[in-house]
Every structure is written in C-alpha cells, then in structure tokens.
C-alpha cells in the first residue's frame, strides 16, 4: 500500500470514508408552536382581559397627574383654575 500523502480520509483499505455532513441553521418545525389548544384559547383571553385592565389604569394614572398638575399651578398662581372634567365608563 502507498503512502496516503496526508489525506485523513481515506481509510486503511485504500477508499474514501463517508463524511456525514451536519445540517446548518435552525432545526426543522416549530419547536415554539402552542401544543395544547384546549389551554391556549383560555389563557389569550386573560392576557387580553390583564391588557384591557392594564389601559383603563394607565387613562386613570394620566387623569390623576392631570389634577395633581393643575391643584400644583392653581396654588402656585393663587387662581382658581378649574380642575380637568372626570371621565368615566
């Protein structure tokens, strides 16, 4: 047998090796899909329900700077500034 000139691939009997090549990028399928629909329905809902909650209290959070705001300037001004109207649902 001659010399294999440093080529790692061939193997003792004189023929290539097989190379199993490994596949690049991301794995097949969805591996973040939702698996249990009877659970997925119920909880979107409470996210939506903790969305809507989360908006009114924000309106109610910029309403409450809106009146501390203008008690501050009135005072400031000593001026009988009308305090903005109430909003409600």
Not at 14 to 32: C, H, I, S, V, Y
Not at 50 to 79: C, E, N, P
């Amino acid at each position: 047998m001659g010399k294999s000139h440093g080529n790692s691939r061939l193997a003792k009997i004189g023929r290539p090796m097989l190379r199993r090549k490994g596949k690049g990028g991301a794995p097949k399928g969805n591996r973040n899909a939702r698996k249990h629909g009877a659970l997925s329905a119920e909880a979107e809902a409470k996210r939506a329900e903790v969305r809507a909650l989360l908006r009114r209290v924000r309106v109610r959070i910029g309403y409450m700077k809106a009146v501390i705001l203008a008690v501050q300037t009135s005072i400031r001004h000593d001026s009988s500034a009308s305090l903005p109207p109430v909003v409600r649902k």
